[in-house]
């Protein structure tokens, strides 16, 4: 008589455990109320009185800072408790927009802009390093492109269904609507782990992790690839001018895109590794942005955008796993900082520099400006492939 044997069964790790789901409501909540406060800026600005220069000062002081906020939250985090931090992060968020409403000014709108930038920059890092800690380091990949589509959805929503409750209700409403969305999140923190985030070493210093090539060549990529997002959103609804229709379709379409791509990278980066993904997601946003700036018709702006989203999606899940897999667990905070500043830098620079550069040009020159700045970190990107992955089991 023969026997067979079964084969060898592989056991992967569960993504979706208790805590880490506690962090993704936490951090869900807060981006739903946080996008809700970004459509309401403006219409509380002009209503006071404050015109579009008011509502430009006040996107300006929130923009500017979370990226503050950011800066700090490492050195929070290695004082305080990660669940401290994270709560204190979501009241601060959640409590400004009720000071707004309480007192419609303009100094009271930017020091609520102030408190929601601080509290939205300190809760992005702390979130993203909880994710990072929490995530099985054999599929980090899949549980950082997972994480960050669930992030995606309240932009994809919330932001325009601000801008329409605001244009039905006024500001005032949306404004409390945003601080109930996030204080909702204080519900969740008792699943949140206290001490996840402690470790054996010394923390690392941002300024240190930013010295290391292996960290900020995959951040200077990932930053090429947020500014043309980020023009995109600013500029393409101006470039098609009457094709008002298109523009809201192409930029849904490239956020479903960004969020398919998440995923997607993902996925692959954990069976073969995330460096390989860098080169061809940084081919793919460029292709994308050129697309755009070829023509208005209408398909092949929306084909555009697709690709635009699927290169930014899988440049954003690369670019943060490449870095994790190659930092110790003491620089996670840092290196989760550094990943969000190239993110708000890149949408901020790239917007504001765009806006000098187009009314000399063109769109489709600025555009095509803008692909080929894209393409000069293609060296950064080459070198971080070549560097190498390292085996899941290395990670531990």
Known sequence: MTTTTA?????????LTRPLLAVVAANF???CGFYLLVAAIPSQATSIGAGTSGAGLATSVLLLTTVAGELIAPRLLNRYTSRRVLGGSLAALGLAPLLVTSSPTMGALLLGCTICGLGFGVLMVTA???????APADRRGEALGLTGAIACLPGVAGLPAGIWLVAQYGAAPVFLLAGGATLAGLSVLRGVPSDVTATDGPPSGLLATVRRPEMWRPSLVFLSTTMAAGIVVAFLPLALGAASGVAAAALLVMSV?????RWLAGRHGDRHGPARLLVPSLIISATGLLMLGLTTQPAVVLLGAAVLGLGFGGTQNSSMAIMLERASAAEYRSVTALWNIAYDAGWGIGAAAFGMVVGGTGFAIAFGITGLLMLSTLGAAIRTSRSGSVSPAARR
Do not use: D, K, Y
Not at 257 to 261: D, E, K, P, R
């Open 7 to 15: 084969p060898p069964q592989t056991h992967r790790s569960p993504i």
């Open 29 to 31: 909540c807060a981006l």
């Open 128 to 134: 993203g390093t909880l994710i990072a800690f929490l």
């Open 257 to 261: 895109g960004a969020t398919l791509g």
